[in-house]
């Protein structure tokens, strides 16, 4: 049984002044003595180090070839602001699962409330000290579709149903949905809050990569994946994202924080 | 933009009547009328349903082939309880996952508090009705290692560091590791809580299948993956699940409720 402690520092150097919120940690929440030997962790490098409160001091350089190699390309991850709880789950389990860079999606559907961007680099950090990785993700805010840095995304897109009452449902609950967007009802909230849901107009069928018909361990090319917010894409968001390939990462229609989990654990650089 | 508007019943009949919840639900939350269409779901069917409330009527079954064969080979999750937001949150994304049975195992670093069946139940009764699927997974609680069913499962363990300092760590940590076992600390639960650790000792090298190495869509023959608690599984633990063979999910340390996510996502029947 092996944990390991483990702190992240901005920068590496011979000696490391302890802020408050690590002193706090190591001291009063894992009960470190002053000579107790943890591990610490900037961008870059890994170390052993010794604790000598209100210090510690690198000591020896871990061999992380092997995690340096996997972070040669890490996946980034665009996704829809959802409800803060969900968000701050989601922002946790992705930096567990590998990811690189966060953008926060400013997307037509998105009913944006004021997030704690501070708060959310925290939640990344504590993270990143958990699971062992030597590099914590950057979160961007604000971005709208327009104006994604340039690189080769994937957009996570429901199949078009095949279900001959599709059109059916669709007519029915339009009027539904509109009610779901534009209500402040807390209930309807709860109830499909950050569903992402069936798109059946917009997605081009020759545009679409099943996951189904290729190996998930490579089944992207792409640098990372785009995943809809509470209520999904709209027509003028797809049509923003239209030269991106689509992909299906599951049969059920799954919540942007599990979709987020999903794709992090199916890309696999 | 199509929501369906779901509703899980037992059996599906010509007339059925709904429950206070279900009531609640259709008439306040989702604003529906009399006369309006909706989907419902057994584990077995899927019909169009006409609201009359009280009561709704199936109309209509649903051609559900392509659901009905990726059922045919569900998923089965064993996992360790954990604190009750994480292990909630487990319950709600396993379900959307498609896992077919959960089964919450006393470990032996399981520090088993109260668990509200009822509530985790309703948990993944609503996870089904929003997702899609046309079941909803059955959960099995306080499930001894030794008592596992008769299954081809899958354990989910960290390989072996290669980290030549990995020994030191261990020994060094392992007063750690008592403390907070131990702890009713709760700034270190909040810290640690349900952390899936490295096991130095007790993996058998033989036994390991590594994802990497394989496709991750058949990357298991089995029925279903065991996923330890908090705290990891002990010795002791292991050497019940000897038989099994076991998988590392990801390169970095995974909470049990990710690892949950990390294995359904994978496991691709």
Same mark, same amino acid.
Do not use: A, P, T, Y
């Given at each position: 049984m092996c944990i390991m402690i483990r702190v992240y520092v901005e920068n590496i150097q011979d000696t490391i002044m302890l802020n408050a919120k690590q002193m706090h940690y190591l001291? #009063?929440?894992?009960r470190c003595q002053d000579g107790q030997i943890i591990e610490i962790f900037d961008n870059q490098n890994e170390w052993r180090a010794k604790i000598s409160f209100p210090h510690i001091h690198a000591i020896e350089q871990k061999n992380i070839e092997q995690k340096l190699a996997t972070i040669q390309r890490r996946p980034k991850i665009g996704m829809g602001y959802i409800r803060k709880s969900r968000l701050e789950w989601a922002i946790e389990k992705a930096t567990e699962l590998g990811v690189d860079e966060i953008y926060l999606l400013m997307t037509d559907r998105v009913n944006h409330k004021y997030i704690d961007l501070r708060r959310l680099e925290r939640i990344a950090i504590e993270a990143a000290e958990q699971c062992g990785r030597i590099g914590v993700p950057k979160i961007h805010e604000n971005i709208k579709l327009s104006n994604l840095p340039e690189l080769n995304w994937v957009v996570a897109a429901k199949e078009e %149903?095949?279900?001959?009452n599709a059109k059916y449902y669709e007519s029915q609950d339009n009027q539904i949905n509109n009610a779901q967007i534009k209500s402040q009802d807390t209930q309807i909230n709860s109830q499909s809050d950050s569903l992402i849901q069936? #798109?059946?107009?917009?997605?081009?069928e020759n545009n679409r990569t099943h996951i189904e018909q290729s #190996?998930?361990?490579?089944?992207? #090319? &792409?640098d990372g994946i785009l995943i809809g917010p509470? &209520? &999904?894409? %709209?027509e003028n968001d797809l049509s923003l994202l239209q030269k991106y390939n689509k992909v299906q990462l599951h049969d059920n229609v799954l919540r942007t924080e599990t979709a987020v989990c999903a794709a992090l654990t199916l890309f696999r650089p």
């Open positions: 001291k #009063n929440v894992m %149903s095949s279900d001959k069936s #798109n059946l107009v917009e997605i081009i #190996n998930s361990i490579d089944f992207w #090319n &792409g509470e &209520g &999904g894409w %709209s």
